[in-house]
């Protein structure tokens, strides 16, 4: 199967190295100034190409920067034909739109996220009406991460608040812990190895468990006890609205980028809790 990478940045790696280890693929790299496809075209065993070059493919993703989308969909719009299968990775541009400007009735949006470059990737996805074969999609993806149909772009916008921008939320959180633990002396590979292991073995503990993540943390919580005081300091500082409110401006900035409303639904859902007094 023949497959064009129009951007060739760090989802775009992820991607063909999922689709690299677990199918036969012919890939064509483009990007504007050619050193990043070829870098992609040595590493996976593919050609890096022109506009010109590019020959008739099965699939074509798209994995430049949405801000870039409308340069690239000048170029690039009626090269390839209407049996060909459109990919998108573009946070909030809609299907509707990337039918209208790459001229491609057949249009999946994918918002895939970086673990996938360790096989642990989350891929929320939906489909034009007019892509059948959305089990060859699902069959040839599905082997390197988890993938989550949407049932509206909404919903898909929604969701990738969480997994697709999710990732970098946990390195924040990460990189705070550690540069916690470094400004108190401990040096920063004891500080990076215990963080490291933090969260790998919380995150597998999740992943092998039957517990819910409130027994999972209630395990780890005595009454009056020392976890009991530190989350205490979550409850008292309203941890909670703090993740909403993170979340909101995610899925608004991913609304706004492709100039999409930011829908009821999921604003009542973000409305913050009411505070009891007591807290
Ligand atoms: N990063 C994530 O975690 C994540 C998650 C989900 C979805 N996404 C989506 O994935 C897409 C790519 O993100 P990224 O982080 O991989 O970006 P990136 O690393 O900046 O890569 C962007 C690539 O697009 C190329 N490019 C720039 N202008 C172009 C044009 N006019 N036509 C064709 N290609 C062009 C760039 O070429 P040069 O190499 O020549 O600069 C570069 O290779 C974005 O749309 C983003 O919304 C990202």
Redesign the pocket.
């Known amino acids: 199967m023949r497959v064009a990478i129009?951007?060739?940045?760090?989802?775009?790696e992820a991607v063909v190295s999922g689709m690299n280890r677990f199918g036969k693929y012919e890939f064509f790299f483009?990007?504007?100034?050619g050193?990043?496809a070829q870098e992609f075209a040595k590493k996976f065993s593919g050609k890096a190409v022109s506009f010109d070059e590019m020959p008739e493919v099965d699939r074509v993703i798209f994995?430049?920067?949405?801000q870039?989308f409308n340069?690239?969909s000048q170029l690039w719009a009626g090269k390839f034909n209407s049996k060909t299968l459109g990919i998108s990775?573009?946070?909030g541009v809609s299907v509707s739109d990337l039918q209208k400007k790459m001229k491609l009735p057949k249009i999946i949006r994918l918002?895939?996220?970086?673990p996938t470059l360790v096989g642990q990737g989350i891929g929320i996805w939906i489909k034009s009406s007019e892509v059948l074969e959305a089990h060859e999609f699902v069959s040839s993806f599905g082997p390197f991460m988890e993938l989550i149909e949407a049932s509206s772009e909404d919903e898909l916008d929604f969701l990738s608040a969480f997994s697709?921008s999710g990732p970098a939320f946990i390195f924040e959180w990460a990189r705070i812990l550690s540069s916690l633990l470094m400004s108190e002396g401990i040096s920063s590979k004891q500080s990076q190895i215990l963080i490291q292991k933090l969260f790998l073995g919380s995150a597998t503990l999740m992943d092998q468990s039957v517990d819910s993540f409130e027994t999972l943390r209630n395990k780890v919580t005595s009454p009056k006890g020392m976890t009991f005081e530190g989350l205490e300091v979550f409850r008292k500082s309203h941890l909670e609205n703090l993740f909403k409110d993170v979340i909101h401006q995610t899925y608004r900035r991913s609304r706004t980028l492709g100039d999409q409303p930011v829908l009821p639904k999921f604003e009542s859902f973000l409305q913050k809790q009411q505070q009891s007094p007591e807290q």
């Open positions: 129009i951007g060739c940045g760090n989802m775009a483009y990007t504007p100034s050193k990043r994995a430049c920067k949405p870039q340069e690239m990775l573009l946070a918002m895939p996220n970086t697709a």
